[in-house]
């Protein structure tokens, strides 16, 4: 994963008002870091823009109608029906709107070969019972575990480039941007960002009423939400469950595929509901956290004095000193400010990512400050830690972010001991961001702690923040 230095917004990097793309109804994207957000097509209908609500539905139905068709006379896996079907899936990231996963660098993937025999499979099913609605595809992260909101965004997205370069094109000459000639739309000129490397990217705005937020490890509870809106299927999955008393994801998941695939009428119910409940992303709510971080960037944090300067030369000490001053920062705004609002959403704690991304704005103003590289879900072998700081090959600093009422435990215990394994350092920090439902386990953690270091290990330094609802400033003693 690249490194992130110094993230740019959109509206930053190209002198127009935040403001102006709000009221546009388009994110303000990072030119450089991907959002953690996916194009639901289920939401294009519901589009106030018309090159999406019009223009965009239409081709989209006509591209997966297609691929409906080849695959409904395709006899056999690989044969010139089946063939000609798989062409029609481009599953291939498009980098220019720099929505999904990824951490940095925006720079477009492909996917394994066995992600698009999967979709293929599970439509030729849907298929045969007899469905032949083209918004099939749009449930497949939910029916298939290796496919993911990203990869339907991204073939979304495809579909729809021609209206999504319309709309930036407008809102671009509608704000004296330069646009030009690119590789992406036949018809229509783009906006080019410059990365450090000089290489010219075309850039591509999206909507926000057409995205909803990247389900974690797959867990699409919101497509499950508005499923269960029908009495019909809430019934059918209630029956599947049958008296597990604590179903596992893996149980709902089951228990709703089989609802919906039990037959022809039982799909398009399906179908039907999650488009009638399925909402796009609340800016108001702001579940991830993006605003915020979008604001932090824009304005700066208030509150945030100059960083001072460290001496990176003595080794991975004065790394860690630097990093414990951005975590010290953070805690003292969530527990003595008014920064823990940002991390609760109508009365319950946002997702992970919000206190993540929130920390990561001020961690990178540190960074910036003194030449230190910070990798927000670098991927070192062992999956991805939250952040990496790092300065030259020796001095590396992980940091691992843990909701309270999350795999605490085992977190500290294993998952960060991994991640220092494969990337090669002793040195971690374990935050855990604590919402009231801690219990006992930073006990435990203390304990795993003390006994690392009775044997002369090195332990990982731990922090916890309390991130319960305080009373307002003007009432505290």
């Known amino acids: 994963m690249a490194r992130v230095k110094d993230p740019t917004l959109f509206s930053v ?26 194009i639901d097509p289920v939401l294009l209908e519901k589009s106030s823009h018309p090159q999406i609500r019009k223009q965009g539905i239409d081709e989209f139905r006509r591209h997966f109608q297609n691929f409906v068709r080849l695959l409904a006379i395709s006899k056999e896996e690989n044969d010139a029906a089946w063939k000609a079907a798989r062409r029609q899936l481009d599953l291939r990231e498009p980098p220019e709107n720099g929505l999904g996963y990824g951490g940095s660098g925006r720079s477009g993937s492909s996917r394994p070969e066995d992600v698009r025999i999967a979709i293929m499979r599970t439509s030729k099913e849907i298929i045969e019972l007899g469905a032949n609605d083209p918004e099939m595809v749009s ?17 979304t997205a495809r579909v729809i480039t021609e209206q999504l370069a319309s709309i930036t094109e407008a809102f671009c000459k ?52 508005a499923a269960l809106q029908n009495a ?27 609802a919906a695939m039990g037959s022809v009428e039982d799909f398009d119910l399906f179908l039907a509901a999650v488009k009638d409940n399925v909402t796009s992303y609340d800016p108001n709510l702001d579940a991830l956290g993006y605003y915020r971080l979008k604001a932090i960037f824009s304005n700066g944090f208030e509150g945030l004095k100059q960083p001072r300067t460290y001496n990176l030369s003595v080794g ?19 527990e003595k400010g008014n920064l823990w609002e940002e991390l609760w959403i109508e009365g319950k704690p946002k997702k992970e990512r919000a206190s993540q991304l929130i920390y990561y704005a001020i961690a990178d103003a540190f960074c910036k400050a003194n ?7 670098a991927n070192m072998g062992g999956g991805p830690i939250d952040f990496k700081f790092s300065s030259g090959y020796a001095a590396r600093v992980l940091v691992e972010m843990k909701r309270s009422g999350g795999t605490v435990v085992h977190g500290y215990e294993k998952q960060l001991e991994f991640y220092k394994d494969a990337s090669q350092t002793e ?6 961001i604590d919402y009231g439902d801690l219990g006992n386990k930073v006990n435990e953690i203390r304990q795993i702690q003390q006994t690392r270091i009775d044997i ?22």
């Open 316 to 334: 991975p000490q004065e790394i860690i000193r630097l990093v414990n001053d951005t975590l010290d920062l953070f805690k003292r705004h969530v």
């Open 456 to 477: 002369g290990a090195r332990a990982s330094e731990i922090i916890v923040i309390d991130a319960t609802p305080k009373a307002s400033a003007s009432k505290r003693k």
């Open 232 to 258: 019909r299927i809430r019934d059918r999955v209630n029956r599947y469950l049958g008296g597990l008393a604590r179903p596992t994801i893996a149980d709902r998941k089951f228990a709703l595929r089989k």
């Open 371 to 377: 030449n230190v590289d910070i990798s927000p879900e």
């Open 139 to 155: 449930l497949m992260g939910f029916f298939e575990e290796n496919v993911g909101a990203d990869t339907i965004s991204d073939f």
């Open 13 to 38: 990097y190209f002198g127009v008002e935040s403001d102006a793309l709000q009221a546009a109804g388009l994110i303000d994207p990072f030119l450089d870091v991907d959002i953690n957000l996916f």
């Open 174 to 225: 509608a704000n004296s941007i330069p646009v030009h000639d690119c590789n992406v739309s036949t018809d229509h000129k783009l906006p080019l960002f410059t990365t450090v490397r000089g290489r010219k990217v075309p850039i591509v705005l999206v909507p926000l009423d057409i995205v909803r937020e990247l389900p974690v490890a797959n867990d699409w509870s919101e497509i499950e939400r």
């Open 427 to 432: 040195f971690g920090i374990f935050v855990i």
